[in-house]
T-cell receptor, first 113, second 112 residues
């Protein structure tokens, strides 16, 4: 069974640009959550999508957005990139019920220069 | 002050030692507690998942939750060099919505 796949693995962008990251969940999983991981703040919840609807949202500015498609694949977008957006962006998928089956991908390392 | 506090380490132990990792939290609404292991350049991997107070054992790993003290622990017996990683505690107020609050992680090094 394939795991959670995130693409691309590494990305370098310039301040002010926008970026789109992709996450393909485990087959059958309908919930996809996104997290930002930085050395200073650790792992912070961005948002969660379930059946194409945003179900929860963390405390991030509106520059961070996401969406989920009918096949459960999800994308997150960051507009007007800032240096502080440099981080590892992780997505996690689950069937949509409990937390026990929560599985993370390996992440996308975004560097903003 | 963060909702979940975790000593960043690094914690260095000899192979075979018992390791104790801990987190404290401030939000009394947390009921679901998890421990994740994260290797370098990888995503977190779920190790233990417990609900409310009590102990749970799985192989060399034991998770303890003391809700009255807002304190959770992970014990690793017979530690191995392959256990060297960052250990993250995570918590949630409910079992739906999948919104976890993480500690900052403790880096563990097990020396052969």
């Amino acid at each position: 069974k394939a795991g959670v796949t995130q693409t691309p693995r590494y990305l370098i962008k310039t301040r002010g640009q926008q970026v789109t990251l992709s996450c393909s969940p485990i087959s059958g999983h309908r919930s996809v959550s996104w997290y930002q991981q930085t050395p200073g703040q650790g792992l912070q919840f961005l948002f969660e999508y379930f059946s194409e609807t945003q179900r929860n949202k963390g405390n991030f500015p509106g520059r961070f957005s996401g969406r989920q498609f009918s096949n459960s694949r999800s994308e997150m977008n960051v507009s007007t990139l800032e240096l502080g957006d440099s981080a590892l962006y992780l997505c996690a998928s689950s069937e949509g019920g409990g937390l026990g089956g929560y599985t993370f991908g390996s992440g996308t390392r975004l560097t903003v220069v | 002050q963060k909702e979940v506090e975790q000593d960043p380490g690094p914690l260095s132990v000899p192979e075979g030692a018992i390791v104790s990792l801990n987190c404290t939290y401030s939000n009394s609404a947390f009921q679901y507690f998890m421990w994740y292991r994260q290797y370098s350049r990888k995503g977190p991997e779920l190790l233990m998942y417990t609900y409310s107070s009590g102990n749970k054992e799985d192989g060399r790993f034991t998770a303890q939750v003391d809700k009255s003290s807002k304190y959770i622990s992970l014990f690793i017996r017979d530690s191995q060099p392959s256990d060297s990683a960052t250990y993250l505690c995570a918590m949630s107020a409910n079992n739906a919505g999948n919104m976890l609050t993480f500690g900052g992680g403790t880096r563990l090094m097990v020396k052969p």
